[in-house]
């Protein structure tokens, strides 16, 4: 009898402990030498773009660091679950993918972020690395795409080739849709109207979807300048949802549609910012830079 | 002697309880299979599709849908009042996204505290959240599965819903009609020689097609489509989704005529720009054509009264010839708004709007998909009309947060030249052309640009005249001189 409420007791005890989670021990992290390189994106729910653009970047990475595993996690958890429910594909958010790093005793660990600005979605991001630091010997953090002077230069320097040509006459515009944002990053969208400006390219105007400026100031702009003619481009690593319906969709609230219909002529292209080349190797750039700095000072 | 009676008694308790726990999901299931002696006593007794024998003394009439398709259904067969609840996912028709909605993943008390006496849902719900039907099924609450597998199983499920809301003369016109109207589609294809050879997507993710028996399938068949994937195995037993493959679908490439990607899944499915930037997909017939249907599932895969809608779509872009025709439009009377919303539609070749769920739960700019006053989900233009207006062709008017499209009212100059901007591209020349009335026009630098472009004329005195009325046969002839 009592062997068999031992067996009782042992089983339940055995199903308690495969609910919870591995935790972890205070010990110091182990040097086991393995590397690796967390890409983290705002994820996309869009198969091909994702693999021109995410996937892409992501093959790049295993290129330029053989010595490194190299891994991506979304920060939107709703694309992750859409992900998972719909196509059953399971994609880390970031704490899942540190979780995967630790139990894989990875020493030594750079987080790449692919987001355009230091916004929201890099402070959530940074919030959840700083509390990882003391688990790695080294973590270290890249900065997202527009972080110092020189990459808005650098930008658009690597945008120039393929959008002069769309500029061809004074009446002709190239307009960029970002994605705009509550978080005082935002300012980003503006600063790079700028840039664009003072590298002569005059006629590049930047709007934003949920930000400013908006669509309707961008029509100002245009209008001011006397342009006749537009090409829209997403401002987004993939060209997903809001570039596909919100930007060159068919229906009446889509950019091209609002443009079309103050009368200019409108020209659209699908090309997310991850597949152009100079972004991609900013991007390497920028996790380069991480590497040879310093870790990351435990608090 | 006290202690063995002792152990005895907990042993017997213990096994008695280990048995009974390991047990219950058989016995719980197999009392429901278990046939009936006398089915005298209930009025109405159905079998569902997880095998449940459902009785129901009376016709329910206080009815949780947690499926779309049922919500549809149900409204379909006059049971507005009746259903007292819906899912999450509900598109159509409007009046039931005005239902109190309820979520299979949120807590069954919820459902279960609104005293509905049949709660209706769908295998896919008892799989992905097997505790919450259990729930409901423990607290004592009528739940019948329901999901015809294929083409052939719609009719019984129709039925079925019938019977258990005392529908089952309704059900039966319903499916009458119903059946009409496809042996009428079918009809029109049926003496087609050359048929357009079709791939359908079903979904993106993997690149899978459809089987045989699927709706999707017999959709293709009865629009006079020739299915170039077919004789394929299920993924899973049940299902009509077939594993085809982006290297199959390469290889095929000169046989597909039209590619048709369904979309709406959860946002899933691709678009013309998606498919063609697939590795390999430029050798693919349709693609340089550029002959990409985009379908909602709601009116091809989804067990609706509206698939022959679906079946219409798809009439329309494999034989534009044939289904596509505006010819109806050509005469020498002033285009109505409504005429003027068809012919825009049917002109431009577009594939009618189908919102999907979360059109619903976005923000929206401009118009919202059937909230017209003036134009109802009956009316048969309601689709056309809605995607003229979504496609910013024509506009309808907000009054005091109401819209109407005043379908009767007389369409201008000034209304087709802004429907004709927006559909082609025109260079602005800048050639300086003179338009006496060009300022009272809210459209003038598209007016300028259509004039210059030599798409109108001015009369002798240099004016556009943009409030003059265009008639049909007018119309028609701007647009196919463009």
């Known amino acids: 009898m009592k062997k068999l409420l031992t067996i009782l007791v042992m089983m339940a005890l055995l199903m308690v402990a495969g609910c919870s989670k591995t935790t972890l021990t205070g010990t110091a992290p182990e040097d086991t030498g393995k590397q690796a390189i967390l890409l983290v994106s705002f994820g996309t729910s869009y198969e091909d773009t994702r693999a021109l653009t995410i996937d892409a970047l992501e093959d790049k990475y295993k290129e330029a660091y053989p010595d490194y595993e190299v891994l991506e996690a979304f920060t939107s958890q709703i694309i992750i679950d859409l992900l998972k429910e719909r196509d059953h594909i399971e994609i880390y958010n970031v704490e899942e993918a540190f979780n995967y790093l630790k139990d894989n005793k990875f020493a030594h660990v750079v987080v790449q972020p692919t987001l355009i600005m230091n916004g929201a979605e890099y402070d959530e991001m940074l919030a959840v690395v700083e509390a990882e630091k003391e688990n790695f010997v080294e973590l270290k953090l890249g900065n997202p795409l527009l972080s110092q002077s020189e990459d808005y230069e650098a930008v658009v320097e690597s945008l120039r080739v393929e959008i002069e040509p769309k500029m061809a006459t004074e009446n002709e515009a190239v307009v960029f849709m970002g994605h705009g944002t509550h978080h005082f990053a935002n300012a980003t969208y503006p600063a790079l109207e700028y840039y664009f400006h003072d590298a002569g390219m005059k006629n590049v105007f930047i709007g934003t979807v949920e930000g400013y400026p908006t669509v309707d100031d961008v029509i100002e702009r245009l209008n001011e300048n006397g342009i006749t003619k537009v090409t829209l481009y997403p401002f987004m690593l993939v060209a997903g949802d809001h570039a596909t319906n919100d930007m060159s969709g068919d229906e009446e609230g889509s950019w091209k549609t609002m443009l079309k219909k103050e009368g200019f002529e409108v020209e659209t292209v699908l090309r997310g910012l991850g597949e152009d080349a100079g972004v991609q190797a900013l991007y390497l750039e920028h996790t380069e830079e991480a590497i040879n700095a310093e870790m990351l000072e435990a608090e | ?482």
Request: charged share 25%; proline share 3%.
């Open chain 2, 1 to 482: 002697m006290k202690q063995v009676s002792y152990k005895l008694i907990l042993k017997i308790f213990l096994l008695v309880l280990l048995t009974l726990f390991i047990a219950r999901p058989y016995m719980e299931k197999g009392l429901s299979h278990v046939p009936t002696v006398s089915t005298s006593d209930y009025a109405i007794e159905i079998v569902d599709d997880a095998g449940y024998k459902i009785h129901l003394d009376k016709p329910a009439t206080r009815i949780i849908s947690l499926y779309s398709a049922h919500t549809e259904n149900l409204f379909a067969l006059d049971l507005a009042d009746e259903v007292i609840g819906v899912g999450t996912a509900e598109s159509f028709p409007r009046a039931a996204l005005e239902k109190k909605a309820y979520d299979y993943n949120a807590d069954p008390e919820k459902v279960i505290s609104a005293q509905p006496d049949l709660v209706i849902i769908r295998p896919f719900i008892e799989r992905h959240n097997p505790a919450f039907v259990d729930a409901l099924r423990r607290s004592g609450l009528t739940v019948v599965s329901l999901y015809p597998e294929n083409a052939q199983e719609f009719e019984s499920y129709i039925m079925r819903l019938g019977q258990m809301t005392g529908r089952e003369k309704k059900a039966e016109q319903m499916l009458s009609k119903f059946n009409g109207e496809m042996a009428n589609l079918l009809s029109q294809t049926e003496a087609i020689d050359k048929r357009v050879g079709v791939y359908f997507e079903s979904s993106d993710r993997d690149y899978t097609t459809v089987t045989d028996d699927s709706m999707a399938a017999r959709a293709i068949e009865i629009a006079g489509g020739r299915n170039v994937a077919t004789g394929l195995e299920a993924v899973e037993k049940g299902s009509t989704i077939a594993p085809f493959g982006l290297e199959h679908i390469v290889e095929i490439g000169d046989q597909i005529d039209v590619f048709v990607t369904q979309r709406g899944v959860m946002g899933a499915g691709g678009n013309w720009h998606s498919i063609s930037i697939r590795p390999g997909f430029d050798t693919i017939k349709a693609i340089q054509e550029e002959r990409v249907l985009e379908i909602n599932q709601k009116i091809v895969s989804s067990p609706t009264f509206r698939q022959t809608l679906g079946i219409k779509e798809m009439m329309r872009y494999f034989y534009p010839d044939r289904f596509n025709d505006y010819s109806m439009y050509d005469k020498e009377v002033a285009l109505t708004r409504r005429d003027f919303a068809n012919l825009s539609v049917l002109y431009a070749q577009k594939p009618i709007f189908v919102p999907t769920s979360s059109y619903f739960n976005s923000e929206y700019r401009g118009h919202k998909f059937g909230y017209f006053e003036d134009i109802s989900e009956a009316d048969d233009d309601y689709y056309f009309v809605e995607t003229a207006v979504l496609s910013g062709y024509i506009e309808g008017e907000k009054v005091d947060q109401e819209e109407y499209f005043y379908p009767d009212e007389l369409l201008t100059k000034e209304d087709l030249a802004k429907y004709i901007f927006l559909l082609k591209d025109f260079s602005h020349l800048n050639q300086g052309v003179v338009i006496n009335d060009l300022d009272q026009y809210e459209s003038a630098r598209i007016i300028s640009v259509l004039v210059e472009n030599g798409v109108f004329e001015l009369d002798e005195s240099g004016n556009f005249n943009g409030d003059e009325l265009v008639t049909g046969a007018e119309a028609i002839k701007i647009l196919e001189q463009l």
